[in-house]
């Protein structure tokens, strides 16, 4: 995170000469993706669920940009519908809107969603309409390769697992001089399953010993049989790749349970949601692809506070600035709202994000020098602290 938003906007604005726009999230247009008098641009994520604060943020963001984007004029002559649908934090969710925005709305691109097995589920409906989908936070490496071919239409803007996995293992073994650790994740999440195994790599490969690897199912709410297993292991800390919900309420009973060393969670689990459970997360640690608390973004979190009544800024609505940063770019590089051009355009383009110079690989469509941070929650002051930035390649 480099720039306040304003200044970030108002470069790019200057360089790209964007245009009038108008947000209708929801609505459709009755024009094409080309040829109409609007672009129209999707979104896609979480509104509803375990991961809601992290897809409303997306979708508010983006709101606000586009806002931000119309008083300052026009992309490409034209006005930019935003149309916005809930995933439910649903796989198949995610499929049945990936077609809607591609057959139905004839988006140009897709921005979102915001979970990794949610943009791997969708890669069918890219390659078959052909449109390009910019990930903000899907870190399985799933989402742009697999079996080591290139997901044509599969962009993302945040570093992968394995790079996460080495944040993690580097912090725990290097920074907080750890050699034992636990691992408690959801064994059907690709999310967790990837930067588990990537953590456990790294962690390992260092002298580290894994105690404990104790695995529920998503629904769970009773972890107290894993939480005894890892607590008879005597961890140093405890490895939860896993989402903020979940997150809470594993600390709750481990702390019932007289469990008191730190866990660290990877990025599904910063939230401005962990401070109603301040207590029993105090001092334990979250990974970020940016700092939440940087002054550098201060004036991106106050305009959306002042926006949404006083809302928090989540991680996801930094990486989907930066998401839309990049779409304008890879427009206006294209000429058009032609979707193969507009796909084509992102590995061409390069925009200062709010987590720094975002610059597209052709070669596996995911950011290139990535770094990630891990910042300590403070539970007293509902507040989070910046420890140390590690980098992610």
Same mark, same amino acid.
């Given at each position: 995170m480099r720039?306040?938003m304003?200044?970030l906007?108002?470069?790019?604005?200057?360089?790209?000469?964007? /245009?009038?726009? +108008?947000v209708?999230?929801?609505?459709?247009?009755?024009?094409?993706?080309?040829?109409?008098? @609007?672009?129209?641009?999707?979104?896609?994520?979480?509104?509803t669920? &375990?991961?809601?604060?992290y897809? !409303? %943020?997306?979708?508010? !963001?983006?709101?606000?940009?586009?806002? &931000?984007?119309n008083?300052?004029?026009?992309?490409?002559?034209?006005?930019?519908?935003?149309? %916005?649908?809930?995933?439910?934090?649903?796989?198949? =969710? #995610?499929?049945?809107?990936?077609?809607?925005?591609? /057959?139905?709305?004839?988006?140009c691109?897709?921005?979102?969603?915001?979970?990794?097995g949610?943009?791997? #589920?969708?890669?069918?409906?890219?390659?078959?309409?052909?449109?390009?989908?910019?990930?903000?936070? #899907?870190?399985? =490496?799933?989402?742009?390769?697999?079996?080591?071919?290139?997901?044509?239409?599969? $962009?993302?803007?945040? $570093?992968?697992?394995?790079?996460?996995?080495?944040?993690a293992?580097? $912090?725990?073994?290097?920074?907080?001089? +750890? &050699?034992?650790?636990?691992?408690?994740?959801?064994?059907?999440?690709?999310?967790?399953l990837?930067?588990?195994?990537?953590f456990?790599?790294?962690?390992?490969?260092?002298?580290? !010993?894994?105690?404990?690897e104790?695995g529920?199912? /998503?629904?769970?709410t009773?972890? @107290? #049989?894993?939480? @005894?297993?890892i607590?008879?292991?005597?961890?140093?800390?405890?490895?939860?790749?896993? +989402?903020?919900?979940?997150?809470?309420?594993?600390h709750?009973?481990?702390?019932?349970?007289?469990?008191?060393?730190?866990?660290?969670?990877g990025d599904?689990?910063?939230?401005?949601?962990? $401070?109603?459970?301040?207590?029993?997360?105090?001092g334990?640690?979250v990974?970020?692809?940016?700092?939440?608390?940087?002054?550098?973004?201060?004036a991106?979190?106050?305009?959306?506070?002042?926006?949404?009544?006083?809302?928090?800024? =989540?991680?996801?609505?930094?990486? /989907?600035?930066d998401?839309f940063?990049?779409? %304008?770019?890879?427009? =206006?590089?294209?000429?058009?709202?032609?979707p193969?051009?507009?796909?084509?355009?992102?590995?061409?383009?390069?925009?200062?994000?709010?987590?720094g110079?975002?610059?597209i690989?052709?070669?596996?469509?995911?950011?290139?020098?990535?770094?990630?941070?891990?910042?300590?929650? &403070?539970?007293k002051?509902?507040?989070y602290? +910046?420890?140390?930035y590690?980098?992610?390649?």
């Amino acid at each position: 995170m480099r720039k306040s938003m304003k200044k970030l906007i108002a470069l790019t604005l200057a360089c790209l000469m964007l /245009a009038t726009l +108008f947000v209708g999230c929801g609505k459709k247009d009755d024009g094409g993706s080309s040829g109409g008098d @609007t672009i129209k641009l999707g979104w896609m994520g979480s509104l509803t669920g &375990d991961q809601a604060a992290y897809g !409303t %943020c997306e979708s508010q !963001t983006l709101k606000m940009m586009v806002e &931000d984007l119309n008083a300052n004029g026009g992309l490409l002559g034209k006005q930019v519908e935003l149309i %916005c649908y809930d995933t439910k934090g649903d796989a198949q =969710e #995610a499929v049945n809107v990936a077609k809607r925005l591609c /057959a139905q709305d004839q988006v140009c691109a897709i921005i979102g969603p915001n979970a990794s097995g949610q943009c791997i #589920a969708i890669q069918s409906v890219l390659d078959q309409y052909k449109i390009s989908d910019m990930s903000t936070v #899907a870190t399985n =490496e799933k989402v742009t390769m697999q079996d080591g071919q290139l997901k044509e239409y599969n $962009f993302r803007v945040c $570093f992968l697992d394995p790079q996460q996995g080495k944040i993690a293992g580097s $912090f725990v073994y290097d920074n907080l001089g +750890f &050699d034992k650790a636990a691992i408690l994740y959801d064994v059907n999440d690709d999310y967790a399953l990837g930067l588990k195994d990537n953590f456990v790599k790294v962690f390992e490969s260092k002298g580290g !010993t894994i105690v404990a690897e104790e695995g529920y199912t /998503a629904g769970d709410t009773d972890f @107290t #049989a894993q939480l @005894t297993k890892i607590k008879e292991a005597q961890p140093q800390i405890i490895f939860t790749p896993i +989402f903020y919900q979940d997150f809470i309420m594993i600390h709750k009973q481990a702390r019932t349970l007289g469990i008191e060393v730190p866990m660290l969670g990877g990025d599904g689990c910063a939230s401005e949601v962990l $401070f109603d459970a301040a207590d029993a997360v105090d001092g334990s640690y979250v990974i970020n692809h940016v700092s939440l608390v940087d002054p550098a973004g201060d004036a991106f979190r106050k305009e959306y506070a002042e926006k949404y009544n006083g809302a928090k800024m =989540e991680l996801n609505g930094y990486m /989907a600035h930066d998401a839309f940063l990049l779409w %304008c770019a890879a427009v =206006e590089k294209a000429g058009s709202d032609d979707p193969q051009a507009i796909a084509d355009a992102y590995s061409q383009v390069e925009v200062e994000g709010m987590a720094g110079k975002i610059k597209i690989s052709a070669e596996d469509h995911n950011p290139v020098g990535k770094s990630g941070c891990v910042e300590r929650i &403070d539970g007293k002051n509902k507040t989070y602290v +910046f420890e140390t930035y590690i980098a992610a390649d």
